[in-house]
């Protein structure tokens, strides 16, 4: 059957009418290592659907594994995360700095420049919420703090207190695989890179010096399946002109 282009217009069109956003708990940084850390325990979440999650500054929660929406804590400084964002948010942040603004200057000086670049990266933050600790938590993302609420994004980690200088990082499709090895951010691997600091300025258990960190905070795993979709449309509307 061959389709007109206003055919595959309308078709790719209309299953987007159906799309919607998909949110998923894409890296996490730690805390756990001794001395101070140089920066807040922080979380990305990656827009994988086809629409954006709106209107959600200080209208989403974060709970760690205690899973409990009902003492949850709010999340501001973002208020959309557009399909194939990745965002990030900090907390526990009121641990070492005096305010949103500072901790989030400290995660520009762990990530920016010289080492990456932070330019277009949304960066919000927990007000008061727990920290990720080094020896295994989790990461839940709540529409509301009632008992009732819906679970927008989760992730759980097993930890080891010793290697919390490189996050935990998911596949290219926003999925952790835990066995038989950690899912640990690696230099060169889905855009990780070695941030311009050391974790904390603290020394390990064995007393060998915390390396520089290694992340890839607001690094987009993989474009979402609309615009995918329309990306091919493109090419195919094109190669009917030749």
Not at 43 to 63: H, K
Not at 157 to 182: R, T
């Amino acid at each position: 059957m061959n389709l007109t282009r206003s055919t595959i217009v309308f078709l790719l069109t209309a299953s987007c009418c159906f799309a919607a956003a998909e949110i998923k708990v894409t890296e996490m940084w730690v805390g756990g290592l001794p001395g101070t850390e140089a920066t807040a325990d922080w979380f990305e979440l990656t827009n994988f659907g086809d629409m954006p999650l709106s209107g959600i500054d200080g209208n989403i929660y974060y709970d760690d594994n205690s899973a409990d929406p009902t003492v949850d804590d709010q999340m501001f400084g973002i208020d959309s995360i557009a399909p194939g964002e990745s965002v990030i948010y900090l907390t526990s942040w009121e641990d070492d700095w005096a305010t949103a603004a500072d901790a989030i200057a400290a995660f520009d000086a762990m990530w920016g420049a010289p080492a990456g670049s932070l330019n277009g990266i949304q960066i919000g933050y927990v007000d008061g919420g727990s920290g990720l600790g080094g020896g295994g938590d989790a990461v839940f993302v709540f529409d509301s703090n009632q008992a009732n609420a819906n679970i927008i994004a989760s992730q759980q980690y097993q930890g080891n207190a010793d290697n919390n200088f490189a996050s935990f990082a998911s596949d290219a499709a926003g999925n952790y695989s835990f066995f038989p090895d950690e899912p640990r951010a690696v230099v060169g691997v889905l855009g990780a890179y070695e941030g311009n600091l050391a974790a904390s300025d603290g020394m390990y258990s064995t007393g060998a010096p915390v390396p520089n960190a290694v992340g890839s905070p607001g690094v987009v795993p993989e474009p979402a399946a609309c615009s995918l979709m329309l990306l091919s449309l493109a090419g195919l509307l094109a190669t009917r002109r030749r």
